[in-house]
């Protein structure tokens, strides 16, 4: 026994082995066949299921032709559909432009808007610092005027000494102080 050389796997390892793959060729091919028989009941399932659907459309519109007739009719039915929702998304974009156009228009005329606004409190800035100076002046032309009427009053009491005195020539006198 202490002589000799291990080659390779041992009897029992082997079968082993062979017991495992004899086993998975086993499950492999079942489940291959269970595919192909799934398979065909899938197939047999969905022809049945077109025969069905045909004698129900037999049994309700009375033959294929109507049967025809109606899916010709709703195609075409789809087809206006899908022309008026393309002729709608066209509306749809052109209401987007020009509620784009309007929306500029509208900030253009907020600008402008704004810039009359500054221009009407410059005026009414300029108003009411004219009015100051109008008011200025109508206070300057008040004095100016009660000044005139006191000179004017001056003017006629010198005139009427002077007259008085001109009435009497030998009769010069100062005047009263």
Same mark, same amino acid.
């Given at each position: #026994? &202490?002589?000799?050389?291990? %080659?390779? @796997?041992s009897v029992n390892a082997k079968t082993?082995?062979?017991? @495992?793959?004899?086993?998975?060729? &086993?499950? /492999?091919t079942k489940m291959i066949n269970k595919y192909y028989a799934m398979k065909e009941s899938g197939y047999i399932r969905e022809k049945t299921?077109?025969?069905q659907l045909q004698q129900r459309v037999m049994k309700s519109f009375g $033959?294929?032709?109507? #049967?025809? !007739?109606m899916i010709s009719d709703i195609t075409r039915q789809k087809e206006d559909a899908e %022309?008026? /929702? +393309? $002729?709608? *998304?066209? =509306? &749809?974009?052109q209401l987007k432009f020009v509620n784009k156009k309007l929306e500029d228009a509208k900030a253009k005329l907020e600008e402008e !808007? /704004? *810039?009359? =606004?500054?221009?009407?409190?410059e005026q009414e800035d300029s108003l009411s610092? /004219? %009015?100051k100076v109008m008011g200025d002046k109508d206070y300057t032309i008040k004095e100016l005027m009660n000044s005139l009427e006191t000179a004017e009053k001056k003017t006629a009491a010198? !005139? !009427? =000494? @002077?007259?008085?005195? +001109?009435?009497?020539p030998g009769a010069w006198s100062l005047p009263h102080q």
């Amino acid at each position: #026994m &202490g002589n000799e050389c291990v %080659k390779g @796997l041992s009897v029992n390892a082997k079968t082993l082995i062979l017991i @495992l793959l004899f086993v998975n060729v &086993g499950f /492999a091919t079942k489940m291959i066949n269970k595919y192909y028989a799934m398979k065909e009941s899938g197939y047999i399932r969905e022809k049945t299921f077109h025969e069905q659907l045909q004698q129900r459309v037999m049994k309700s519109f009375g $033959s294929v032709e109507e #049967m025809n !007739k109606m899916i010709s009719d709703i195609t075409r039915q789809k087809e206006d559909a899908e %022309k008026v /929702a +393309s $002729s709608v *998304r066209e =509306q &749809g974009e052109q209401l987007k432009f020009v509620n784009k156009k309007l929306e500029d228009a509208k900030a253009k005329l907020e600008e402008e !808007k /704004a *810039r009359l =606004q500054k221009e009407i409190w410059e005026q009414e800035d300029s108003l009411s610092k /004219a %009015k100051k100076v109008m008011g200025d002046k109508d206070y300057t032309i008040k004095e100016l005027m009660n000044s005139l009427e006191t000179a004017e009053k001056k003017t006629a009491a010198l !005139k !009427k =000494q @002077l007259e008085e005195h +001109s009435k009497t020539p030998g009769a010069w006198s100062l005047p009263h102080q």
